[in-house]
């Protein structure tokens, strides 16, 4: 049974940092492409970032050369590096996997099986 567990969200003020992590098991980690979402209120969830098996990353548009995705598949854990954090960043931060691998689709939400429970992220100006 797949168990994607998020943590490392928090409340920062803009300009600040945050590293979240995506602790993974139940199913063949370095064999599963895997992505971050986020959905503020009253918003659609969009995708943020998405890493394949073989590492071809991509980013929304609104967070590149800010955020940095990355996976680790010997401690199962997918990460996500967050800089120069601003107040539209704010949202409920979501990682997501499936066993497909994953290009043009890579930020699409209906493409995933699996989701975690999600961790807040909050930047106050």
């Known amino acids: 049974q797949v168990h994607l567990v998020e943590y490392g969200g928090g409340s920062v003020q803009s300009g600040g940092s945050l590293r979240l992590s995506c602790s993974a098991s139940?199913?063949?980690?370095?064999?599963?492409?895997l992505a971050w979402f986020r959905q503020a209120p009253g918003k659609e969830r969009e995708g943020v970032a998405g890493?394949?098996?073989?590492?071809?990353?991509k980013y929304a548009d609104s967070v590149k050369g800010r955020f940095i995705i990355s996976r680790d598949n010997a401690k199962n854990t997918l990460y996500l590096q967050m800089n120069n954090l601003n107040p539209d960043d704010t949202a409920m931060y979501y990682c997501?996997?499936?066993?497909?691998?994953?290009?043009?689709?890579?930020?699409?939400?209906?493409?995933?099986?699996?989701w975690g429970q999600g961790t807040q992220v909050t930047v106050s100006s």
């Open positions: 997501a996997t499936e066993g497909r691998r994953l290009e043009v689709s890579l930020l699409v939400s209906s493409a995933y099986s699996d």
């Open positions: 139940g199913f063949p980690f370095r064999g599963y492409t």
């Open positions: 890493i394949t098996q073989d590492e071809f990353v």
